[in-house]
């Protein structure tokens, strides 16, 4: 079966919606999943976060604006193995695209250096991520999606967190 907005219209398979394939794949991908409280799915478009239930069940579902934040604004090469250095981190918008954009466009045309805009965009990820948590107790978090394998935010979103794990199959969980 597939899922998926677009994708599912260009196949000649079995859909399901997205939930019941989270639901799916963390019963198979996840050991014990009636031990985490919820499940973030961190992509370059959306941040959900599905609250799941002892049963291993979506409970509910979390979601902020559809805006990437600046997802785009940087290569996978810039941030996927970084070190963190939150000391230096460049204040960014998290508000929107086009704000971040501006946001590290006008620091780096100031001079600022790249890592600290960097830094800064990897905060501003993250604390979206854990803005999504707020109604949570933020222990026991699933952590998947393309997101998951940016280290810098991950450390990130692991100082917000209790006991934050992340699948060997994250992201393309």
């Known amino acids: ?20 394939a989270v639901e799916y794949a963390a019963k198979v991908l996840i050991k014990d999943n009636s031990n985490y409280e919820a499940l973030v799915s961190a992509g370059g478009e959306t941040i959900l976060v599905y609250q799941m239930g002892k049963d ?13 934040s600046g997802t785009g604004a940087l290569t996978i090469d810039d941030v996927i193995d970084k070190e963190f250095n939150a000391g230096n981190a460049y204040n960014i918008s998290g508000r929107c ?21 960097v830094d800064g965009l990897c905060k501003m990820m993250a604390a979206k991520i854990t803005e999504l948590l707020t109604s949570l107790e933020r222990k026991n978090i699933v952590l998947t999606g393309g997101i998951s394998k940016v280290r810098p935010i991950v450390e990130c979103v692991r100082q917000s967190v209790d006991d934050l794990y992340i699948p060997d199959a994250s992201d393309c969980f």
């Open 1 to 20: 079966a597939v899922t998926g907005r677009k994708f599912k219209n260009f196949v000649n398979l079995t859909t399901i919606p997205e939930p019941e």
């Open 56 to 68: 291993g069940k979506i409970k509910n579902v979390f979601t902020g604006n559809k805006c990437a």
């Open 97 to 117: 695209s086009v704000f971040c954009k501006s946001d590290c466009t006008h620091a780096l045309n100031k001079g600022i250096e790249k890592n600290h805009v």
